[in-house]
C-alpha cells in the first residue's frame, strides 16, 4: 500500500446498523458509508421521481411489504414538501462578467441540501433536526411523519439482508481503490480540474443498496456527496468508474467563478467555429473520458478494456458524449502527467477537437441550450430535453413576451431551440435575431402544410432551430428528427436528410 494512503475502520453507530471507511489520501478523503436513514431516504426520493434512479426496482421491493393506499398518501407528501423548496443560493461576492454564453449557478442548491438531511442523518430525530435548518416547522414535522411511518418495515430488511451485502461490497470497495491507488488519481484530477476546495476536503460516498431488477443501476452527485446504487452480488470493479464520473462533475462545480468564466471565455475566443459546441460538450465528456475511461483502464485487464472501448457508447450512452470521450482519452492523460490543467490551451485546443471529430449535428450544439415556446408546447419541452440530452436549459414562454426578448440578447453566444404553432408565427415577427428574409422563408414553408424544422445560423457559432407544427403530436414527431439532422446548413432541414432514431 502506498505511503499516501490508508483505510480506517470508523465506529458504526450506537445501534451497530451502519459501517463505514474513510480513505485518507494527501488532498481528499473518501468517507465511504453503508448507512440505514440514508438509504430509506433514497428510496423515498426515488419512489417520488425526485432524481433519476431505478423506481420500478424500489417500488417492486415495497409492494412485498404491503403497500397500501395510505402509504402512497404518505409517499405524494413526501414528494410535495420536496418540491416546494427550489433554487440555487446565489454569493453576492461573485460578480460575473456577461460573456454571451451562460455560466451556471455555483452556489448550494436548496432542493439538493433538503435531500442532503438524509444522507447525513444517523436516525429519526437527527433527520429532523437537519431538515429543519431548511424547511419550515410544520414541513420538518410532517417529513419527519413520513420517514417514521416506513421506517419499521424498511429496519427489518436492512437488518437481515441490505447491510450484509452492503458491508461485503463497501469492504471491496476500499480494498480495490487502495490496490489500484485510485485516491491519487483523483487527487490528480482534482488538480487537473483547478477546483476551489480546501486541503483535507471530505468528500461522502454513500451505497445505496437496489434489489436486482431491470434497468441499470444509476449514480449521482448531490454537491459533495456521492451516490451509488449497489445490486445484489455486484462487484465493485463494476462500479468505481461511474462514482469517479459523478465525483468529477463535482471539481468541475467546485471551480471559481473566475476560472471559471476564463476557461469558457478560451472556448468563445478559440477561432474553431465549433469550438462553442465544444464547451457545450465539455464537462460531461471530460467527466466520462476520467472516469469511465481513464479509472476502468486502472482497474480492468487491458484486454477487457481495449475490448469494452471498440463497443458504440461504451463509455456514456449517448453517441457525442461517447466519441467525444474516446478522443480525450490520450491527451487528457499526457496532461495530467505533465501537471497541465484544465484551463491550458493544450487541453482546450484537445476538446475542441474531441468534440469535432464526428460532425456537429444539433444535439451536439444543444448540450447548453435555449428553449423558447408557447404554452401549447409545455408537455413536448421535457421530450426535447432527452432527445438532444441537454444538460442545461434556459426556458422562456411565451414567445412574444418581452422577457422572451431580453433572454435572447442575453446569451447570444448559445444555440437553441424555438417550438411554433404555424398560425403563431407572427410572435417572431419582434425578434431581432430573424431577418425578413428567414420570416418569409418560414411563413412560405408552413403554407405547404406540413410540419417542418427551420435552421437559422446565430452568429458565427451558434444555431436556432425553429420546429413548426401544429399540435403537440407532430411537434413531438419533429423533435424525434432533430437529434439525427445533419450538420447545420441554414434552411428547411428535409426528412430525406435525417433517419429517425
Not at 249 to 273: C, N, Q, V, Y
Not at 319 to 331: G, N
Request: proline residues 6%; glycine residues 4%; contains cysteine.
Amino acid at each position: 500500500m502506498k505511503p499516501a494512503l490508508f483505510v480506517m475502520l470508523v465506529a458504526g453507530v450506537a445501534n451497530a446498523q451502519s459501517v463505514q471507511r474513510a480513505l485518507i489520501g494527501k488532498q481528499l478523503t473518501l468517507d465511504i458509508d453503508a448507512a440505514p436513514l440514508p438509504n430509506l431516504t433514497y428510496q423515498l426520493d426515488c419512489m417520488a421521481k425526485l432524481m433519476p434512479c431505478s423506481a420500478d426496482a424500489y417500488r417492486a421491493l415495497w409492494s412485498e411489504w404491503q403497500w397500501s393506499a395510505d402509504d402512497e398518501k404518505a409517499l405524494a407528501t413526501w414528494a410535495e414538501i420536496h418540491q416546494r423548496y427550489q433554487g440555487s443560493i446565489r454569493l453576492r461576492d461573485e460578480r460575473r462578467s456577461n460573456l454571451g454564453y451562460p455560466l451556471e449557478p455555483r452556489g448550494p442548491n436548496v432542493a439538493s441540501r433538503l435531500r442532503h438531511a438524509g444522507l447525513v442523518a444517523t436516525d429519526i430525530a437527527s433527520y429532523r433536526s437537519h431538515l429543519a435548518l431548511l424547511v419550515l416547522p410544520a414541513d420538518a414535522d410532517a417529513a419527519t411523519q413520513v420517514l417514521t411511518r416506513f421506517w419499521p418495515r424498511f429496519e427489518k430488511w436492512w437488518k437481515t439482508k441490505a447491510l450484509k451485502q452492503l458491508s461485503s461490497f463497501l469492504q471491496a470497495m476500499t480494498t480495490l481503490i487502495a490496490k489500484k491507488d485510485l485516491l491519487t488519481f483523483i487527487e490528480k484530477a482534482e488538480s487537473f480540474y483547478e477546483a476551489d476546495l480546501p486541503s483535507g476536503f471530505h468528500i461522502p460516498m454513500h451505497l445505496m443498496f437496489r434489489p436486482v431488477g431491470k434497468g441499470a443501476t444509476h449514480g449521482q452527485q448531490l454537491e459533495q456527496h456521492s451516490i451509488v446504487e449497489v445490486v445484489e452480488g455486484e462487484k465493485p470493479e463494476g462500479r468505481v468508474d461511474v462514482v469517479a464520473h459523478e465525483l468529477f462533475h463535482f471539481f468541475f462545480w467546485s471551480r471559481s467563478g473566475p476560472k471559471t468564466e476564463a476557461l469558457m471565455k478560451a472556448f468563445i475566443d478559440a477561432p474553431a467555429p465549433e469550438s462553442l459546441m465544444a464547451l457545450g460538450l465539455l464537462n460531461e465528456a471530460l467527466a466520462t473520458a476520467l472516469g469511465n475511461g481513464l479509472v476502468a483502464k486502472r482497474v480492468l485487464t487491458t484486454e477487457k478494456f481495449d475490448a469494452q472501448l471498440k463497443k458504440p457508447n461504451a463509455l456514456y450512452n449517448d453517441p457525442a458524449i461517447d466519441s467525444d470521450a474516446k478522443q480525450l482519452l490520450t491527451p487528457v492523460e499526457m496532461l495530467l502527467a505533465e501537471g497541465k490543467t484544465i484551463s491550458s490551451a493544450e487541453f482546450v485546443n484537445a476538446q475542441i477537437g474531441a468534440a469535432s471529430a464526428n460532425g456537429a449535428t444539433p444535439s451536439h450544439y444543444l448540450r447548453t441550450m435555449q428553449l423558447f415556446f408557447d404554452p401549447e408546447f409545455t408537455d413536448v419541452t421535457g421530450a426535447l430535453r432527452r432527445a438532444v440530452f441537454a444538460n442545461s436549459v434556459w426556458s422562456s414562454c411565451p414567445l412574444a413576451h418581452p422577457q422572451t426578448i431580453e433572454t435572447l440578447n442575453e446569451a447570444p453566444l448559445l444555440s437553441g431551440v424555438v417550438l411554433v404553432a404555424p398560425t403563431q408565427l407572427s410572435h417572431l415577427s419582434t425578434w431581432p435575431q430573424l431577418n425578413q428574409k428567414t420570416r418569409d422563408a418560414l411563413a412560405a414553408e408552413a403554407k405547404r402544410g406540413a410540419p417542418f424544422i427551420y435552421a437559422v445560423k446565430r452568429g458565427e457559432k451558434a444555431w436556432l432551430w425553429v420546429l413548426v407544427a401544429a399540435d403537440s403530436a407532430a411537434m413531438t414527431t419533429l423533435i424525434e428528427r432533430l437529434p439525427c439532422a445533419p450538420a447545420p446548413v441554414e434552411g428547411v432541414v428535409s426528412s430525406a436528410e435525417c433517419v429517425t432514431r
